[in-house]
Protein backbone atom coordinates (compact mmCIF):
# COMPACT_ATOMS: atom_id res chain seq x y z
CA UNK A 1 0.00 0.00 0.00
CA UNK A 2 1.96 3.28 -0.51
CA UNK A 3 1.47 5.67 1.52
CA UNK A 4 2.58 3.88 4.83
CA UNK A 5 6.28 3.96 6.27
CA UNK A 6 5.62 -0.01 6.94
CA UNK A 7 7.00 -3.12 5.33
CA UNK A 8 3.81 -3.73 2.70
CA UNK A 9 2.07 -7.11 3.03
CA UNK A 10 -0.98 -8.22 4.66
CA UNK A 11 -2.62 -5.62 6.96
CA UNK A 12 -1.34 -6.46 9.89
CA UNK A 13 1.84 -6.16 8.57
CA UNK A 14 2.29 -2.00 7.71
CA UNK A 15 2.91 -0.14 10.15
CA UNK A 16 3.59 4.11 10.89
CA UNK A 17 1.61 7.19 9.96
CA UNK A 18 -0.19 7.78 6.25
CA UNK A 19 0.84 11.06 4.72
CA UNK A 20 -2.20 13.02 6.46
CA UNK A 21 -0.46 11.71 9.79
CA UNK A 22 -2.97 9.48 10.82
CA UNK A 23 -1.55 5.60 12.19
CA UNK A 24 -2.15 2.88 9.85
CA UNK A 25 -2.90 0.92 13.82
CA UNK A 26 -5.50 3.24 13.93
CA UNK A 27 -6.60 2.43 10.58
CA UNK A 28 -6.69 -1.33 11.69
CA UNK A 29 -8.66 -1.08 14.20
CA UNK A 30 -11.02 1.09 12.71
CA UNK A 31 -11.27 -1.81 9.88
CA UNK A 32 -11.56 -4.69 12.32
CA UNK A 33 -14.45 -2.93 14.37
CA UNK A 34 -12.63 -2.31 17.57
CA UNK A 35 -12.29 1.15 19.46
CA UNK A 36 -10.83 3.98 17.19
CA UNK A 37 -7.80 5.67 18.97
CA UNK A 38 -9.53 9.12 17.73
CA UNK A 39 -13.14 9.26 17.43
CA UNK A 40 -13.39 11.26 14.49
CA UNK A 41 -11.36 8.64 12.68
CA UNK A 42 -13.45 7.26 11.05
CA UNK A 43 -15.22 10.78 9.75
CA UNK A 44 -12.14 11.71 8.16
CA UNK A 45 -10.77 8.31 6.70
CA UNK A 46 -14.16 8.70 4.35
CA UNK A 47 -13.04 11.72 2.62
CA UNK A 48 -8.94 11.79 2.90
CA UNK A 49 -7.28 10.07 -0.02
CA UNK A 50 -4.79 8.14 1.79
CA UNK A 51 -6.75 6.97 4.41
CA UNK A 52 -9.82 5.92 2.58
CA UNK A 53 -7.93 3.04 0.47
CA UNK A 54 -5.99 2.28 3.05
CA UNK A 55 -9.24 1.37 5.00
CA UNK A 56 -10.47 -0.27 2.70
CA UNK A 57 -7.91 -2.41 1.80
CA UNK A 58 -7.49 -2.92 5.34
CA UNK A 59 -11.36 -4.12 6.16
CA UNK A 60 -10.45 -6.25 2.52
CA UNK A 61 -7.82 -7.96 3.99
CA UNK A 62 -9.54 -8.64 7.76
CA UNK A 63 -12.41 -10.16 5.68
CA UNK A 64 -10.81 -12.93 4.84
CA UNK A 65 -9.51 -13.64 8.67
CA UNK A 66 -13.06 -13.17 9.82
CA UNK A 67 -13.93 -15.62 6.82
CA UNK A 68 -10.87 -18.14 8.09
CA UNK A 69 -12.15 -17.68 11.80
CA UNK A 70 -16.13 -19.08 10.92
CA UNK A 71 -14.37 -22.39 9.78
CA UNK A 72 -15.21 -24.97 11.88
CA UNK A 73 -12.33 -27.01 12.85
CA UNK A 74 -13.28 -30.55 13.48
CA UNK A 75 -11.50 -32.06 17.02
CA UNK A 76 -8.72 -34.38 17.09
CA UNK A 77 -10.02 -38.22 16.96
CA UNK A 78 -10.49 -39.34 20.55
CA UNK A 79 -10.30 -36.29 21.62
CA UNK A 80 -13.60 -36.59 23.83
CA UNK A 81 -12.61 -39.76 25.40
CA UNK A 82 -9.28 -38.68 26.26
CA UNK A 83 -11.09 -35.44 28.21
CA UNK A 84 -13.68 -38.16 29.95
CA UNK A 85 -11.01 -40.12 30.66
CA UNK A 86 -8.63 -36.99 32.88
CA UNK A 87 -12.29 -36.11 33.98
CA UNK A 88 -12.62 -39.57 36.00
CA UNK A 89 -9.39 -40.11 36.99
CA UNK A 90 -9.08 -36.14 38.60
CA UNK A 91 -12.46 -37.32 40.58
CA UNK A 92 -11.15 -40.23 41.52
CA UNK A 93 -13.04 -43.31 42.01
CA UNK A 94 -15.36 -44.64 45.00
CA UNK A 95 -13.61 -48.08 45.16
CA UNK A 96 -10.47 -49.16 46.85
CA UNK A 97 -7.73 -51.02 47.23
CA UNK A 98 -7.61 -53.43 50.62
CA UNK A 99 -4.27 -54.16 51.64
CA UNK A 100 -4.52 -56.96 54.69
CA UNK A 101 -1.86 -55.65 58.10
CA UNK A 102 -1.21 -57.13 60.85
CA UNK A 103 -3.62 -55.91 63.19
CA UNK A 104 -6.31 -54.51 60.62
CA UNK A 105 -7.07 -53.67 56.57
CA UNK A 106 -5.52 -50.78 55.22
CA UNK A 107 -8.01 -49.33 52.56
CA UNK A 108 -6.27 -47.42 49.83
CA UNK A 109 -8.87 -45.53 47.45
CA UNK A 110 -8.41 -45.81 43.93
CA UNK A 111 -8.29 -41.94 43.56
CA UNK A 112 -4.88 -42.57 45.57
CA UNK A 113 -3.63 -45.22 43.61
CA UNK A 114 -4.16 -43.49 40.26
CA UNK A 115 -2.21 -41.00 41.54
CA UNK A 116 0.82 -42.65 42.42
CA UNK A 117 0.34 -44.04 39.40
CA UNK A 118 0.16 -41.25 37.34
CA UNK A 119 3.38 -39.97 39.21
CA UNK A 120 5.49 -42.94 38.29
CA UNK A 121 4.50 -43.00 34.87
CA UNK A 122 5.47 -39.06 34.62
CA UNK A 123 8.89 -40.15 36.33
CA UNK A 124 9.48 -42.58 33.75
CA UNK A 125 8.19 -41.10 31.34
CA UNK A 126 10.63 -37.91 31.68
CA UNK A 127 13.38 -40.10 32.29
CA UNK A 128 13.45 -42.19 29.31
CA UNK A 129 11.95 -39.61 26.51
CA UNK A 130 9.23 -42.60 25.86
CA UNK A 131 6.61 -39.96 25.65
CA UNK A 132 3.54 -38.90 27.47
CA UNK A 133 0.55 -40.42 29.79
CA UNK A 134 -2.40 -38.58 28.71
CA UNK A 135 -4.94 -40.35 30.98
CA UNK A 136 -4.81 -42.88 33.47
CA UNK A 137 -7.78 -44.83 35.16
CA UNK A 138 -8.25 -47.22 37.64
CA UNK A 139 -11.61 -49.20 37.62
CA UNK A 140 -12.14 -52.45 39.30
CA UNK A 141 -8.87 -53.42 40.37
CA UNK A 142 -6.89 -52.17 36.48
CA UNK A 143 -4.89 -49.19 36.48
CA UNK A 144 -5.09 -47.64 32.94
CA UNK A 145 -2.87 -45.49 30.49
CA UNK A 146 -3.68 -43.84 27.78
CA UNK A 147 -0.19 -43.28 26.47
CA UNK A 148 1.20 -41.22 23.40
CA UNK A 149 4.88 -42.34 22.56
CA UNK A 150 7.41 -39.87 21.00
CA UNK A 151 8.02 -40.71 17.08
CA UNK A 152 10.60 -43.11 16.53
CA UNK A 153 10.29 -44.80 20.22
CA UNK A 154 9.24 -48.58 20.23
CA UNK A 155 6.19 -48.67 21.24
CA UNK A 156 6.27 -51.88 22.98
CA UNK A 157 9.13 -51.34 25.12
CA UNK A 158 8.02 -47.87 26.25
CA UNK A 159 4.60 -49.83 27.05
CA UNK A 160 6.39 -52.74 29.30
CA UNK A 161 8.75 -50.42 30.90
CA UNK A 162 5.79 -48.11 32.04
CA UNK A 163 4.02 -51.21 33.43
CA UNK A 164 7.21 -52.45 35.63
CA UNK A 165 7.86 -48.80 36.66
CA UNK A 166 4.22 -48.28 37.74
CA UNK A 167 4.07 -52.01 39.41
CA UNK A 168 7.02 -51.40 40.95
CA UNK A 169 6.37 -48.03 42.58
CA UNK A 170 2.74 -49.11 43.28
CA UNK A 171 4.34 -52.08 45.23
CA UNK A 172 5.43 -49.82 47.67
CA UNK A 173 1.86 -48.97 49.05
CA UNK A 174 0.09 -51.90 47.78
CA UNK A 175 2.60 -54.86 49.18
CA UNK A 176 0.83 -57.74 46.77
CA UNK A 177 -2.58 -56.12 46.26
CA UNK A 178 -0.97 -54.76 42.85
CA UNK A 179 -3.61 -54.05 40.10
CA UNK A 180 -3.34 -54.90 36.47
CA UNK A 181 -1.82 -52.29 34.33
CA UNK A 182 -2.57 -51.90 31.58
CA UNK A 183 -1.12 -49.73 28.44
CA UNK A 184 -2.76 -48.67 25.57
CA UNK A 185 -0.87 -46.46 23.05
CA UNK A 186 -3.19 -43.38 21.96
CA UNK A 187 -1.16 -41.29 19.92
CA UNK A 188 2.97 -40.58 18.36
CA UNK A 189 4.11 -37.27 19.50
CA UNK A 190 7.02 -35.34 18.21
Known amino acids: MNGTSG ?74 GRALAAVRSARGAVGSVEVPQEGGVLRVSEQVVAFVAREAAREFLAATGGGRARSTTVRDGTVSFGLAVRFGVAAVEVAEGLRAHVRLALSAHLADRLPEVTVEVVDVVD
Request: glycine share 12%; net charge negative; hydrophobic share 45%.
Open 7 to 80: TGGPAGARTGALPCGREWDDLVAVAVGGPAVDPGLSAHAEHCPYCAPALSEAAAEWSLVRAAAEIPVPPPPGLA
